[in-house]
Nanobody, 124 residues
Framework: QVQLVESGGGLVQAGGSLSVSCAAS????????MGWFRQAPGKEREFVAA????????CYVDSVKGRFTISRDNAKNTLYLQMNSLKPEDTAVYYC?????????????????WGQGTQVTVSS
């Protein structure tokens, strides 16, 4: 089992930047594909970005391509999401998740472990 704890959320103005992190403990972090999801009020949780076990493969939802960057440090058991050029529509609770599926995993049902989430609010 993997325990995931997000941090780094907050309030930022539109056009600004924010970085969120996810610290993992438990089983070997490098054995899991990792992803970021988000959920806005009244909406379903949606895929944002994912990264393969080695970090060699990444994938993004179209709405964040070119603005967000997912990365991982397997030595530090930590997942990151750098968010630039933020928009009010990026406002949501951001969750990190771990999957035992190999590769870049974008399907929410393939994730087994979830963090508690961190709030990101972008003001206009």
């Amino acid at each position: 089992q993997v325990q995931l704890v997000e941090s780094g959320g907050g309030l930022v103005q539109a056009g600004g930047s924010l970085s969120v992190s996810c610290a993992a403990s438990g089983r070997t972090f490098s054995g899991y594909a990792m992803g970021w999801f988000r959920q806005a009020p009244g909406k379903e949780r949606e895929f944002v970005a994912a990264i393969s076990q080695s970090g060699g493969s990444t994938c993004y939802v179209d709405s964040v391509k070119g603005r967000f960057t997912i990365s991982r440090d397997n030595a530090k058991n930590t997942l990151y999401l750098q968010m630039n050029s933020l928009k009010p529509e990026d406002t949501a609770v951001y969750y990190c998740a771990g999957s035992r599926v190999w590769g870049c995993v974008s399907y929410i049902r393939q994730y087994d472990y979830w963090g508690q989430g961190t709030q990101v609010t972008v003001s206009s």
